[in-house]
């Protein structure tokens, strides 16, 4: 109910409310941006990019379903238009994440900081289609319906390239933690 009362008071002209849909989701879309795009650049650029486009068609913007979903799609076709364009192939989160843990224990933050690198280096390894469905339904908390819709495919595509990119990962971790 909050998100429609905050594109009803975007619609009248209300920066604030246009501020606090910012605010609310800038975060989560920029961890969905560098997941699926393996590049903190590339995913700052979509996430602006997205928002840009939400504002300047905001008058004939009708919310029908979450709005955190419409955004995170917008996100995720950014990054996919970026990468077609520039014709990237996504590089381990690590590389390019110029922000810490921020942890309190010193090796926790030691095998986080080791196991984010391992999880994103397997992501980096799924074609783009699977590590699509899977940083959307895992990062972007969506449907997998909603996935469906926003890539224009069907709902068992969606399950069936979900099912495959999750059973590579697995193996992929798992030959890690046996060596």
């Keep these: 109910m909050e998100d429609r009362l905050l594109v009803m008071r975007s619609k009248q002209g209300s920066r604030d409310a246009l501020r ?6 800038r975060d989560g879309l920029l961890i969905l941006a560098i997941a699926l795009s ?10 602006h990019d997205a928002f ?11 919310l029908t379903g979450s709005l955190k979903a419409y955004l995170a ?4 076709n950014r990054v996919r238009d970026q990468m077609r364009t520039q014709q990237n192939r996504a ?7 110029s922000a810490p843990l921020d942890l309190s224990e010193p090796s926790r933050a030691i095998v986080c900081n080791e196991e984010l ?7 980096a390894t799924l074609p783009h289609e699977q590590r699509e469905v899977i940083v959307l339904y895992i990062y972007g908390q969506m449907r997998f319906r909603a996935i469906a819709k926003s890539l224009g495919i069907s709902v068992n595509t969606v399950k069936g390239r979900y099912r ?3 059973g590579k990962l697995r193996s992929i971790l798992d030959s890690e933690v046996q060596k």
Excluded: H, M, W
Excluded at 20 to 25: C, F, G, P, T
Excluded at 38 to 47: K, L, P, Q, T
Excluded at 52 to 62: C, D, G, N, P, S
């Design 117 to 123: 690198q391992q999880l994103s280096s397997a992501l």
């Design 164 to 166: 495959y990119g999750i």
């Design 20 to 25: 606090r849909i910012y605010e609310k989701y």
């Design 52 to 62: 840009v486009t939400f504002v300047e068609r905001l008058e004939k913007f009708e």
């Design 91 to 97: 590089v381990p989160l690590t590389q390019n994440c």
């Design 73 to 76: 799609t917008c996100v995720a």
């Design 38 to 47: 393996g590049n903190v650049n590339v995913a700052e650029d979509a996430v």
